[in-house]
């Protein structure tokens, strides 16, 4: 399982940390609509809709795990793909109807949110065999409160201790998402905050059922902040409430809006102008700077199913369904009617002499400087595998070299600089894997 990790291991300790019962920060209705549009299997197979959702099944959640609790639960279930064979949180087999297995998982959550040490740091799986963890993981782990979203989450799943802290570089090739990256981009979604330790036991009156969580803060938001079109500053971020969306401003500007009016140069991206590109690959170029912008406002999801269809219009992409979308107008062989996938897209590149870099993970990173704007990165245990798995894909949005702006769909679209993908997101393999490929359209 590589380690892949978006967040800081302060930060992962935080939000870990936080009290289950805690909203972090969220409005039930905001991770209500996130929890829909996500679609997990689970929704037409317990024939889940809004309205029993939120008059039968979350009240029975918040009223045994917190007022708050519906985030993480939901966040959970989304992150684990459930389709109510084994339960709402696909964790063990379950019987009954979607009622009576939602008792069962409460009952569970419940035990071990009681007691952190019950099952201990869960370091295996079946599609994995065990993964050993490293020691910052285990300090984590042996620190978690009683009532902590750690308790239950590092005792019943591997997948985020082994993205975070995988002590050994390979296991089998086997990945499969990072669900602490995937709560927490949910959490900044909905307009909560997944590193203030908040103990706010969830909307309503502060005060959560489940005990052993300490002292909490609550803190009394103006109604008016919840007007459309209102705005306030906590904390020096600057929050704008716009009908059902809560934009946060950050500190830099990404480039073109949706539409792609009022789009500003590369200067705003990566500080370099793109030279040297053909105007086609200019234009896939601009159309991933459109999506991210637009990824401002609207967040695109990754999700294992190639985009047919515009990713802004269908709310999700993977990898190579992304950068098959940006490059569909420039090289439509390439697209392939948006079932491109990494073994194709290096196919693609071999027969087109694309390839201007074939080697390991650590050739590339003392080989950065040949990275430039429009490249196509193709990475991973075997890229002919496919998307997801062990193999990803991303290309250059900006610049050049180490800094240079990667366009990059997993779990959210990150827009991260080529030195933290190779050194800090992407583990290093043995010898000779991963394999890299720099592909550059010509």
């Not at 696909?90 to 959550?109: C, E, H, S, T």
């Not at 040490?117 to 994995?128: D, I, S, W």
């Not at 199913?305 to 439509?332: E, I, L, M």
Request: aromatic share 12%; net charge positive.
């Amino acid at each position: 399982m590589p380690l892949r990790k978006e967040y800081t291991d302060k930060q992962y300790k935080e939000f870990l940390y936080t009290p289950l019962s805690s909203s972090y920060g969220t409005r039930e209705d905001k991770v209500l609509n996130w929890f829909f549009a996500r679609h997990p299997p689970i929704i037409n197979n317990f024939g889940l809709t809004k309205a029993n959702m939120k008059n039968t099944y979350l009240p029975y959640i918040t009223s045994h795990l917190g007022k708050g609790a519906y985030c993480i639960f939901l966040g959970y279930v989304v992150e684990e793909g459930a389709t109510g064979s084994a339960g709402w949180i696909n964790n063990r087999p379950r019987w009954g109807n979607a009622y009576q297995q939602l008792k069962q998982d409460v009952a569970l959550i419940k035990s071990c949110l009681k007691n952190p040490r019950l099952f201990g740091l869960n370091q295996k799986a079946p599609e994995t065999g065990f993964i050993p963890i490293n020691a910052t993981g285990k300090r984590i782990y042996h620190g978690l409160p009683k009532g902590s979203t750690g308790a239950m989450y590092m005792q019943l799943t591997l997948a985020g201790n082994a993205c975070c802290w995988n002590s050994r570089a390979m296991n089998g090739g086997y990945y499969f998402g990072n669900p602490y990256d995937g709560i927490i981009d949910m959490i900044k979604q909905c307009g909560g905050k997944p590193f203030a330790g908040l103990n706010d036991g969830g909307e309503s009156d502060g005060h959560s059922s489940m005990g052993d969580q300490g002292s909490g803060i609550n803190i009394k938001l103006p109604k008016k902040i919840y007007l459309n079109n209102s705005s306030f500053t906590f904390m020096g971020v600057h929050f704008i409430r716009q009908r059902s969306w809560l934009t946060i401003k950050y500190p830099f500007n990404l480039g073109t809006n949706a539409t792609g009016k009022g789009s500003k140069s590369s200067k705003d991206i990566q500080g370099e102008d793109i030279k040297g590109n053909k105007k086609a690959v200019e234009s896939a170029v601009l159309e991933a700077r459109r999506i991210i912008a637009y990824n401002r406002k609207h967040r695109i999801y990754y999700l294992m199913v190639h985009p047919q269809y515009d990713p802004v219009r269908t709310g999700h992409a993977d990898c190579s369904g992304f950068v098959c979308w940006c490059f569909r107008k420039a090289y439509p062989g390439l697209y392939n009617n948006g079932y491109g996938y990494t073994g194709s897209i290096l196919s693609y590149g071999r027969i087109h002499r694309w390839v201007v870099y074939a080697g390991s993970q650590a050739g590339l990173i003392r080989k950065m400087s040949i990275v430039h704007t429009g490249d196509i990165l193709v990475m991973g245990h075997d890229p002919n595998c496919g998307a997801g798995g062990t193999s990803h894909t991303c290309f250059c949005i900006g610049g050049s070299g180490p800094n240079a702006t990667m366009g990059n769909m997993e779990a959210n679209l990150m827009v991260k600089p080529l030195h933290y993908l190779l050194k800090n997101w992407w583990v290093s393999y043995p010898s000779p894997f991963p394999y890299m490929y720099v592909l550059r359209p010509r």
